[in-house]
């Protein structure tokens, strides 16, 4: 199982990382923005999430056609050791020959804004590291998020051979992050805010403390 943190705020990612069961992180346009970071700015800011035990990071084309897409993701995999960058590519159908091709050339992919199984299975067909849907756009539209992701899951899972793993995105509570895990996707993305909220458990925290106060009157 790959724990994402979503994110290119390096404050708050810098507050989360290293920790061991964090596989890496990912961004796109839309992060950058939010966090002020440039296109220039990216390859640094994920280099130093290298730097702090991230395995893998992800970065998103910024284009809309397929040549330039390709060109985008040559920009930003000059600056990375082969696997380290997995390149984020809208599932429009000239992000799927863009992706095609990288994925010939060794490059892992991800096909993001996935909102329908077949997109994930054309994803797993052509070999994606992973096919990443939005659980809370999905249910932001009235769709039945959870039942789609659990088709695209089963889908995927007929594709053993190709690797490929569900990366669900757009996740806003720790109960939807759970549902996720029961269906048995390969991969979740989840902001850093909400990875505190799974770490930091109200109850585990106050049964330390009580554990704290113990150990301190404990005779030698
Ligand atoms: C995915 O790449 C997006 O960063 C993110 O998961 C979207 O989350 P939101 O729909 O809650 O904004």
């Given at each position: 199982f790959h724990l994402y943190l979503d994110s290119a705020d390096m404050a708050e990612l810098q507050a989360c990382?290293?920790?061991?069961?964090v596989h890496g992180v990912t961004t796109n346009p839309t992060l950058l923005r939010r966090a002020g970071i440039g296109r220039a700015g990216v390859p640094g800011l994920l280099r130093r999430c290298i730097e702090l035990g991230a395995r893998q990071v992800q970065a998103q084309v910024y284009s809309q056609d397929a040549d330039g897409m390709l060109e985008d993701a040559r920009a930003l995999l000059a600056h990375f050791a082969p696997g380290q960058l997995v390149v984020k590519i809208p599932a429009t159908r000239q992000g799927f020959a863009a992706g095609a091709r990288l994925i010939e050339q060794g490059v892992p992919v991800t096909w993001t804004a996935v909102y329908a199984p077949e997109q994930a299975h054309f994803a797993a067909q052509l070999g994606a590291a992973y096919a990443a849907p939005y659980l809370g756009r999905l249910e932001d539209s009235g769709a039945d998020g959870l039942g789609l992701i659990a088709q695209m899951q089963a889908l995927v899972a007929q594709r053993p051979a190709s690797g490929t793993r569900l990366l669900v995105a757009s996740i806003r509570s720790r109960e939807a992050y759970l549902s996720l895990l029961r269906i048995g996707v390969g991969a979740i993305t989840i902001p850093p805010r909400l990875f505190s909220e799974l770490l930091d458990h109200p109850a585990t925290l106050a049964a330390e403390s009580g554990f704290l106060a113990d150990a301190r009157d404990l005779p030698a």
């Open positions: 990382l290293p920790h061991p069961v």
